[in-house]
């Protein structure tokens, strides 16, 4: 982790506010009253020390960005006070004999603003290059900074009583996590239990940073360690440890998460028996692969695997970098397994597999009876049995093929006859 430290004057600082994202993944929400931010414009002006501020640097396709990953009440204060969403306090003292008293930035005397727009404020900024495996880093460093008043939201959930409590702390203790590249400091297991819970009770990708998870412990206060979503929590675990049953560094906390929603659908949907090496030889080799990509020029990678950089590098816990990264995931993973079949009853063709069949067949009409290959938006093709399911064709990436609406009616038709 590099870190540079700069002074910059607060009128830089408002004409970045665009730049900068005050409420990454490991803040807490805004909280400061009025009065600390009174304190904060007043300590300003009379050109005191104010703390300094710690943010991250993210590259993304339109530029630098920053996140804050200390000195976000600070940095709000700043901008509000510069917008005149308040005043100074009514009882401060003149600043270099100009009354300041309940005025707002507007109304301070030319020579005020200008202390304050000249304030450097020192900021130090941790240059990554979005590597994942430091986000730990920067959180641990967050929570130092923060000393006594850490949010340690983990710490505070396992603190909630209730049976959502009661499970995740079980679930947390399973062997898989010793195997993932994290270690169990902060309660890193709890959180990603907790995580993985979310994700199974809302039944695919879901939003599941903190306050998720409080509501979801909050919500769950009798949740039955028995029910069905429980078991199959502990389902998913068993396989994932069947899968990697030894330490996989490649296992990074974002791709636990999108892992567990690939097995969670695959144990449900699928004929899965004995398929856990399968997933473990794909997902070394995908990571393997991406990794690779990694080191070549911009131009050279695969613009697929750029995006799905940007998509573990931000706001991993969101529920549309979950669903963008699981996407990618299926339709890599049924294209390296095209042969993993349905249940018996699914007949028809799951996401994953037509994102895997609509990839490999470009998305071109592949029964050319009434058309020359023609080809087909997203929205406007069907998957279509290679062997007819009627006669015995499974529901495989390998059995289906891309098929335009009218080739696939007049096959249809045929078979009908
Ligand atoms: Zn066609």
Redesign the pocket.
């Known amino acids: 982790m590099k870190m540079s430290k700069k002074p910059l004057p607060i009128s830089t600082i408002c004409s970045w506010e665009k730049r900068i994202d005050p409420t990454p993944d490991y803040q807490r929400p805004p909280a400061w009253t009025r009065k600390q931010k009174q304190l904060l414009i007043d300590s300003i002006l009379r050109e005191y020390d104010i703390p300094k501020m710690y943010w991250r640097s993210v590259k993304r396709d339109d530029g630098v960005r920053y996140e804050v990953i200390d000195g976000q009440q600070r940095l709000r204060t700043i901008w509000e006070f510069k917008n005149g969403d308040f005043g100074l306090m009514r009882d401060a003292d003149p600043v270099n004999d100009f009354p300041v008293a309940g005025l707002k930035y507007e109304d301070l005397d030319l020579d005020v603003s200008t202390i304050f727009d000249a304030y450097p404020v020192d900021v130090v900024i941790v240059d990554e290059a979005v590597q994942n495996d430091e986000e730990d880093e920067v959180r641990d460093m967050f929570l130092r900074l923060q000393n006594g008043t850490t949010l340690k939201a983990q710490e505070k959930r396992n603190a909630m009583p209730g049976q959502m409590r009661d499970f995740v702390k079980q679930i947390s203790q399973h062997p898989f996590f010793e195997n993932c590249k994290f270690s169990n400091s902060r309660y890193t297991f709890d959180h990603i239990a907790a995580q993985i819970t979310c994700l199974e009770l809302a039944g695919g990708p879901a939003s599941v940073r903190d306050s998720d998870l409080n509501r979801m412990y909050d919500q769950n206060r009798k949740f039955e360690t028995n029910s069905p979503q429980a078991k199959k929590v502990k389902r998913v675990l068993d396989y994932l440890l069947k899968a990697f049953p030894e330490k996989t560094p490649e296992l990074e906390r974002y791709n636990v998460i999108t892992l567990y929603c690939l097995v969670s659908t695959l144990i449900e949907k699928y004929v899965h028996y004995d398929t856990e090496p399968l997933l473990a030889k794909w997902f070394i080799e995908f990571e393997t692969n991406r990794r690779k990509q990694d080191e070549l020029p911009e131009d050279d990678r695969d613009p697929k695997l750029i995006e799905y950089r940007r998509l573990t590098s931000y706001s991993t816990d969101g529920e549309e970098s979950i669903r963008g990264r699981l996407e990618h995931l299926e339709k890599d993973f049924f294209l390296a397994c095209p042969d993993i079949p349905t249940v018996d009853g699914i007949r028809v063709f799951t996401h994953g597999q037509r994102l895997a069949i609509f990839r490999r067949d470009d998305g071109r009409?592949q029964?050319?009876?009434?058309?020359d290959g023609?080809k087909l938006g997203w929205d406007d093709w069907h998957a279509d049995h290679i062997l007819p399911h009627s006669k015995g064709g499974k529901t495989t990436v390998s059995n289906g093929q891309v098929?335009?609406i009218?080739?696939n009616t007049a096959k249809g038709n045929a078979e009908a006859q």
């Open positions: 009409c029964l050319r009876v009434k058309c023609a098929a335009c009218v080739c």
